[in-house]
């Protein structure tokens, strides 16, 4: 079962709002494989409220919070085997997807039209963003199997995160553990493709839950088809992962959390022909037998103490990954990254005995340090090895507010670069409740953003096609957003709507040298400008149906003028839930489209250097049915009207697909 919760939405002119939801309704939307809730943190119909937990430096109530919030509660209870986690991202607003063929493959996303190495990545409170692989994450590497809940903070977040967070952040969690939890879960599926994905979780505590473990394992293969347009040879993905962690509690408000997460996998792939003298194929994807294994290990300890007034955290983290690629059998480069994280955070409740005052103050200090360390590896050229390293010193603190209708907070913090020039970034949220009976909020935020050169930028070499700069400057960017939530017929309807604008400068970008035949990155002048309008709206049509839609216009320019690669300007999701077999199953038909939008072209022979990818709608459906206390069936077609369609120039869809599975509770 899944529940989305957005806590903004944003408003504009009137012109603007016009022009942005033109066709609106036409479109709508959003294809959201479970049960949603929207909005400031009120389930329909219920009294649950949703809290936040990545908005500030400590959880807040979602309907207090100024931010804008999207969440995602997946609930594994029956057994239901949810889709992949950039399948669920994908029918949120604000994000664009792009994958570079089958499951396996590059999947690269974008968050209100800023870069994938531009939006930071936690799981279960690690930053996951891959320091071997441009400092972003590979979202093919991540299955939802293990998830109970995600959060997608949008808009720059530096102030709070630090570097790499100017779209926002995605943050993961793995199921929580109730006190006195016993429980095992196993799941086998098998589809199209020769899909086959199986898996375990378990969770366990003592009776008072001073100590608590879960562990969560899964294994994926599938032989994939042949992303390439030319040739019969087929693009297959393994993926085997491990999660776990620990927890211990004391009386005395002391607690230990240890979490450790590994990843192996190897994913078939096909290269871009840019063979001298130039072939008939000439900057497309042929068949080539390359591979790409990546090892990745993730590793966080966590000491809490909880009082009162007072709360410590001492944290340390570790981001480990090994990627290495081959071609025709043989290691043809590699790299590998690591980052090192220590934080620690002080946070205090003003007034937290005060019982007479209704307004609330909280105020959060710490510091961070970080440590990057980075190996490039080029068997057949000695120049490019090398190996690089990175440190930086933050400094932070936030106030939080809360009063009978106004909710405000704000952020600030400093970093000290070893490499780059200091940056000092700031953040300010508000939200106030426009009537007393709290069905209307309006919605405000304001924040700066940073992200520095990744190595391979700075150092990179690959023989006559790339060549670091080592004088890259960072990235940066303001953004701010406006905007309203408004609930209906007893709050068993929620609209929202967001509109946002933000401004990049000293984008990084490619520039090619004619002379020398090598491109290398570099700072471009001028200012990136992204817009846009995210809408959504859950409604609870009756006591059975629940109909969710979403869309989102998007407008990004370069400084140039020229529209940025893969961000659709119009997207749009529309989803119909409804139980059936008197609640024991539930049947869902969703929708997706994904508008026209350009890519990167690389034929010599043209004298084009992008190409528009055409608009595509794709159609789903999916039958979860409880078999009986301990067994659930799952059965889902995807692309069920077979649509051909590009995400990547160059690059295949899988074409209609269909999974079917069976869990059971042990």
Request: overall charge negative.
């Amino acid at each position: 079962m899944l529940a989305i919760n957005m806590s903004s939405i944003r408003l504009h002119s009137m012109g603007t709002i016009a022009h942005s939801l033109r066709g609106c309704f036409g479109l709508m939307l959003c294809a959201l494989s479970s049960q949603l809730i929207a909005a400031s943190g009120v389930t329909a119909g219920t009294d649950y409220e949703e809290v936040i937990v990545t908005a500030y430096h400590t959880p807040q109530p979602a309907q207090k919070v100024g931010a804008t919030v999207t969440s995602i509660d997946i609930e594994n209870e029956a057994g239901v085997i949810p889709a992949d986690t950039a399948d669920l991202l994908r029918n949120l607003p604000g994000i664009s997807l792009n994958r570079t063929g089958p499951q396996g493959g590059l999947t690269q996303l974008r968050l209100r039209g800023a870069e994938a190495n531009h939006t930071l990545v936690l799981i279960d409170g690690i930053e996951a963003n891959d320091p071997s692989l441009g400092a972003e994450f590979n979202f093919a590497l991540l299955g939802a199997d293990q998830l109970a809940r995600i959060e997608v903070l949008r808009g720059p977040q530096s102030a709070r995160y630090g570097a790499e967070s100017i779209g926002g952040v995605v943050a993961l969690f793995t199921p929580t553990i109730d006190n006195d939890t016993r429980e095992a879960n196993v799941y086998a599926q098998g589809g199209s493709h020769n899909r086959r994905n199986y898996g375990t979780t378990m969770r366990f505590a003592t009776e008072q839950g001073d100590f608590k473990a879960g562990f969560f394992g899964n294994r994926l293969t599938t032989d994939g088809y042949n992303i390439s347009a030319f040739g019969n040879e087929k693009d297959g993905f393994k993926n085997t992962s491990l999660h776990g962690k620990l927890i211990k509690e004391w009386d005395s408000g002391f607690d230990a959390e240890l979490t450790f997460r590994k990843v192996d996998a190897r994913s078939d792939g096909d290269k871009q022909d840019f063979d001298f003298p130039s072939t008939a194929t000439q900057g497309l994807v042929i068949d080539s037998g390359d591979v790409t294994e990546t090892e990745q290990r993730y590793f966080r300890l966590a000491l809490n103490r909880t009082g009162v007034r007072w709360s410590h955290n001492l944290a340390f983290t570790q981001t480990d990954s090994v990627t290495d690629f081959f071609s025709a059998q043989q290691l043809s480069s590699g790299s590998a990254g690591k980052r090192d994280q220590w934080t620690y955070q002080a946070s205090i409740a003003l007034n937290a005995n005060d019982s007479q005052t209704i307004a609330k103050s909280y105020v959060n200090i710490g510091a961070q340090y970080e440590d990057l360390s980075f190996t490039n590896i080029y068997p057949s050229y000695a120049d490019a090895n090398y190996n690089a390293a990175d440190s930086q010193q933050g400094l932070f603190a936030e106030y939080i507010y809360h009063g009978r209708r106004w909710h405000f907070a704000t952020s600030v913090r400093h970093d000290n670069n070893d490499r780059f020039s200091d940056a000092t970034t700031a953040r300010a949220t508000l939200n106030y409740q426009l009537d007393a009976s709290a069905t209307t909020h309006l919605h405000f935020s304001i924040g700066q953003g940073v992200a520095n050169p990744t190595f391979f930028e700075l150092f990179g070499f690959i023989p006559s096609a790339f060549q670091g700069n080592p004088d890259l400057k960072p990235e940066s960017s303001q953004g701010w957003d406006i905007g309203i939530t408004r609930n209906f017929f007893d709050a068993t309807w929620r609209a929202d709507v967001t509109y946002f604008q933000a401004d990049l400068t000293d984008e990084i970008v490619t520039s090619y040298d004619s002379t020398t035949y090598l491109s290398t990155a570099v700072n471009q002048a001028g200012q990136s400008k992204r817009e846009g309008v995210e809408v959504f709206l859950n409604a609870q049509v009756s006591e059975r149906t629940n109909l969710i839609a979403a869309f989102t216009y998007l407008d990004t320019k370069d400084p140039d003028g020229r529209v940025e690669v893969r961000r659709p300007k119009h997207s749009a999701r529309l989803a119909l839930q409804r139980d059936v077999l008197d609640g024991r199953g539930q049947a869902r038909l969703s929708w997706l489209r994904n508008g026209e939008q350009d890519d990167n072209e690389f034929i010599y022979a043209t004298t084009e250097d992008r190409v528009t990818l055409s608009a595509y709608d794709i159609l789903s459906v999916s039958v979860n049915l409880d078999l009986s206390d301990r067994f659930t069936w799952m059965l889902q077609a995807e692309n069920v009207l077979d649509e051909e369609y590009v995400e990547v120039f160059g690059y295949r869809s899988p074409g209609r697909t269909f999974r079917v599975g069976v869990s059971a509770t042990l």
